[in-house]
């Protein structure tokens, strides 16, 4: 059940950041900007890498989510790196997600920049994937090491009760000489 819902989270993400990118790639296109004069060709060249790096950063977003489901799909017992690996895809996709806010903001020369319902969503989403995602590789964890521990413990508890049934056994059965100490504070003197 884990491993499949990490999956479908993984597609799911892959396929939302694939769209976007290509969608951001077709709204404009992305075209270098012809010679205009002085400052506007300068404004038209911070737009044109502003949207290249929108159109890349989700490029890069969605390969990490495809990285993600394929190490999950192949891998087998410790689910470490698909668990790290998530982690990454999804700080990844909500620093691209602040990048869109604010490049919408730029793009529209607004003093403020006030994120869409839709862009608050999926930042939202992409929060409870990771917390998800993260749950998911503790429950992981300590289902592994719960029965090792266990064991590992009852082994080492009836090891620690023979040694002190050796010790006890060992004392009991060796004969003691007793023979008087003088206190230790006496020197010696009568």
Known sequence: MNRTFAILLSVYWTV?????????????????PAGA???????QAAQFFGHLGVVL?????????????????????????TANLAGLACAAALVMLLVDVLYAGLAAKAATVAPSAAITMKFLAVLATHL???RVEVGAESEETVPAMRTASRV???RIIDA??????????RR????FAPPANDHGNP
């Open 37 to 43: 004069p002085g400052a506007d060709s300068v404004w």
């Open 176 to 179: 003691q000489r007793l023979r």
């Open 132 to 134: 998800v995602l993260r």
């Open 57 to 81: 950063g989700n490029a890069l977003v969605a390969a990490l989510f495809a990285w993600t489901l394929l190490v999950s799909l192949l891998e087998e017992g410790d689910r470490r790196e």
């Open 16 to 32: 939302n950041f694939g769209l976007a990118a290509w969608s951001a790639a077709l709204a404009e296109g992305i075209m270098m």
């Open 156 to 158: 080492s508890t009836l």
């Open 164 to 173: 002190a049934h050796d010790t006890m056994a060992d004392r009991v059965a």
